[in-house]
């Protein structure tokens, strides 16, 4: 069976600071990947989405980047942090482009 | 750009009581409609989907309906139980892309009391 792993589970960052999240896809090959951005419990905004190795595609101007240098591995990353990166990010997978499975989330905090 | 509905925002019922969630979606191209129930500080989990060509799809306490012309489905929760209590999100795809790019509504806050 399929399983998404995240790390960090939280994490509290000074403004300024560089941020990497990481993700991990177990037991599929080739899935297309997500990261979401979830503000207060509500509403999932969708920032990236890979469809392989290399490929990334940005929903959003924003103060962040994503990479994909694994197969099975998605990075969420900024150079300095800003008070409004505050947030849940989930990071989701799927196979041919349709039902999404997402991962626990990484609970992130910038003050 | 697809845009999806959701109502009502919070809803409070008794256990044992039914609880029904609507949305409604603006792109017919749209085919397949997944919904998901979060709990506090947890990532969301698919609960039930439907495709375009399906009008209802039921599992167990959990049923979903679809209607394409009016562009909208619900979420039907029977016997509802203290651990339904959750935020639950519907989403919408128009499956025409390699990345099958969700659109979600803004969820619905879900308390059932004992």
């Known amino acids: 069976s399929q399983t998404i792993h995240q790390w960090p589970a939280t994490l509290v960052q000074p403004v300024g600071s560089p941020l990497s999240l990481e993700c991990t896809v177990e037991?599929?090959?080739?899935?297309?990947l997500y990261w979401y951005r979830q503000a207060a419990g509500r509403g999932l905004q969708l920032l990236f989405y890979s469809v392989g190795i290399g490929q990334i595609s940005s929903e959003v101007p924003q103060n962040l980047s994503a990479s994909r240098p694994q197969d099975r591995q998605f990075i969420l990353s900024s150079k300095k942090l800003l008070l409004s990166d505050s947030g849940f990010y989930l990071c989701?997978?799927?196979?041919?482009?349709?039902?999404?499975?997402f991962g626990p989330g990484t609970r992130l905090l910038v003050l | 750009g697809e845009n999806v509905e959701q109502h009502p925002s919070t809803l409070s019922v008794q256990e044992g009581d039914s609880a029904v969630i609507k949305c409604t979606y603006s792109d017919s191209a749209s085919n397949y409609f997944p919904w998901y129930k979060q709990e506090l500080g947890k990532g969301p989990q698919l609960i039930i989907d439907i495709r375009s060509n399906v009008g209802e799809k039921k599992d167990q306490r959990i049923a979903v309906t679809l209607n394409k012309t009016a562009k909208h489905f619900s979420l039907h929760i029977t016997e509802t139980q203290p651990e339904d209590s959750a935020v639950y999100f519907c989403?919408?795809?128009?499956?025409?892309?390699?990345?099958?790019?969700?659109?979600f509504g803004q969820g619905t806050i879900l308390t059932v009391h004992p």
């Open positions: 989701a997978w799927s196979k041919g482009g349709e039902t999404q499975y």
């Open positions: 037991g599929t090959s080739n899935p297309n």
């Open positions: 989403a919408a795809t128009s499956g025409g892309t390699s990345y099958g790019k969700l659109t």
